[in-house]
């Protein structure tokens, strides 16, 4: 902040002791406008769930999140933020990311909001469980529009809409993996069923599961990648990357189970991308050929 700004926002907290949420929130708004300061956002949150405007409370959280992290104090505003928007598995993922002592208290404000939105919102919970249950309807985006809306359901019904979700064929396998992998992150310790990219279903436990990030064969992989292009061809290295990152959204959770030879599938990628072809009729070149088309089809490259 510069000298001027520094004092619009001397003068918001005046008006904050006071309690005249309105015109501290009117310059915290211009000062998160005009500057990045991390503070002047997380006063503009504070003051705008004083004020009961959660909504645009919410939104500003979920832009920057990690702004959030700094202290409990703030931490808990974030979370008591999602709850009242009845945004609980959202919720549970902020408290999963953050330090681990602050897990039971933050966890026990979800828990009690998820028990006042049973008895107050059931209706609400069971048009938004049903609207889950039919995820498969839509094309990917709507697909993820409404897994979006899904997380505004308590823990319990989202894994009821799970089971049902991860069997479905007609629902996008990157919607399938981002349910799992956020069901990982939250350590949710129960047995579910989901149809894979093969059309066999499978069976996984989230919390048993290992960080895709930390499996060996991965791992690997990305080092030879590192090896071969890190410091050679800057451009290569990063359409590497990118379409390593896609392949493994797609075998996600079974990619250790496919990644057998992490040396043949590094050499199969990197021929690909420079357009070689093996010649080797190899399991490596059959998977690699298949997630190619399945990338093919998203509507836009990335995540």
């Keep these: 902040m510069n000298e001027g700004q520094a004092k619009r926002y001397q003068q918001a907290e005046k008006l904050i002791k006071q309690e005249k949420w309105g015109p501290a929130g009117d310059i915290l708004d211009s000062l998160v406008t005009e500057t990045t300061d991390p503070d002047a956002t997380r006063q503009l949150v504070r003051v705008l769930y004083k004020d009961h405007q959660y909504v645009q409370a919410l939104s500003n959280v979920v832009e920057e999140p990690e702004l959030f992290y700094q202290t409990e104090e703030f931490a808990k505003l974030a979370v008591k933020i999602m709850v009242q928007n009845q945004r609980f598995m959202l919720a549970r993922l902020f408290i999963a990311n953050g330090p681990a002592e602050w897990q039971q208290d933050l966890d026990k404000l979800v828990c009690d909001g998820e028990q006042i939105a049973q008895t107050k919102?059931?209706?609400?919970?069971?048009?938004?469980?049903?609207?889950?249950?039919?995820?498969?309807?839509?094309?990917?985006?709507?697909?993820?529009?409404?897994?979006?809306?899904?997380?505004?359901?308590?823990?319990?019904?989202?894994?009821?809409?799970?089971?049902?979700?991860?069997r479905d064929p007609f629902v996008h396998y990157l919607i399938k993996a981002d349910i799992i992998e956020n069901l990982r992150k939250l350590g949710v310790d129960t047995q579910l069923d989901y149809l894979w990219i093969d059309n066999h279903e499978y069976q996984v436990?989230?919390?048993?599961?290992?960080?895709?990030?930390?499996v060996p064969a991965i791992k690997t992989v990305r080092q030879i990648i590192k090896d071969r292009l890190g410091d050679q061809d800057a451009i290569s290295f990063r359409m590497a990357k990118q379409q390593l990152e896609l392949q493994l959204i797609f075998l996600f959770p079974r990619a250790a189970n496919i990644i057998t030879n992490p040396t043949e599938w590094a050499e199969v990628l990197l021929k690909t991308l420079n357009g070689q072809e093996s010649g080797n009729d190899t399991a490596a070149e059959k998977w690699q050929q298949r997630l190619m088309t399945l990338i093919s089809t998203l509507p836009q490259v990335g995540k």
């Design 205 to 214: 436990n989230p919390a048993e599961m290992t960080a895709q990030d930390e």
């Design 121 to 166: 919102y059931q209706q609400t919970i069971q048009q938004r469980l049903k609207t889950f249950y039919h995820l498969g309807d839509g094309d990917l985006l709507e697909q993820r529009q409404r897994l979006n809306e899904a997380y505004a359901l308590p823990l319990g019904d989202f894994i009821l809409g799970t089971r049902f979700v991860l």
